[in-house]
């Protein structure tokens, strides 16, 4: 069992930065990939950013230059770093990971963060 706790989200401006964190524990045995949904309202769970293991990155079209996707597999960490945010960038997102544990391959997603980009 993985659980996964995001925090970092809030209220920022447009043009503004806001940095999200994701921190897995449990009975983890390997991570394999560490990755960020959004959903903002009235719109469908996307993809924002994904690291695998080895350091890949991939970006949605829509965030790509101004976000970057970090991670820490060591720790069981992973970070969003989001700049010059927009209004359509306010969502809740979520910390997803694929991970081994005891011995099954699984799927684990956090709760989620709220992001409201607004004056």
């Known amino acids: 069992q993985v659980q996964l706790v995001e925090s970092g989200g809030g209220l920022v401006q447009p043009g503004g930065s806001l940095r999200l964190s994701c921190v897995a524990s449990?009975?983890?045995?390997?991570?394999?990939?560490m990755n960020w949904y959004r959903q903002a309202p009235g719109k469908e769970r996307e993809l924002v950013a994904r690291?695998?293991?080895?350091?890949?990155?991939d970006y949605v079209d829509s965030v790509k230059g101004r976000f970057t996707i970090s991670a820490d597999y060591a720790m069981y960490t992973a970070a969003l770093k989001m700049a010059n945010l927009k209004p359509e960038d306010t969502a809740v997102y979520y910390c997803?990971?694929?991970?081994?544990?005891?011995?099954?391959?699984?799927?684990?997603w956090g709760k989620g963060t709220l992001v409201t980009v607004s004056r």
């Open positions: 997803n990971v694929d991970a081994v544990s005891n011995g099954m391959t699984m799927i684990y």
């Open positions: 690291v695998t293991s080895d350091g890949t990155t």
């Open positions: 449990g009975s983890i045995f390997k991570i394999n990939a």
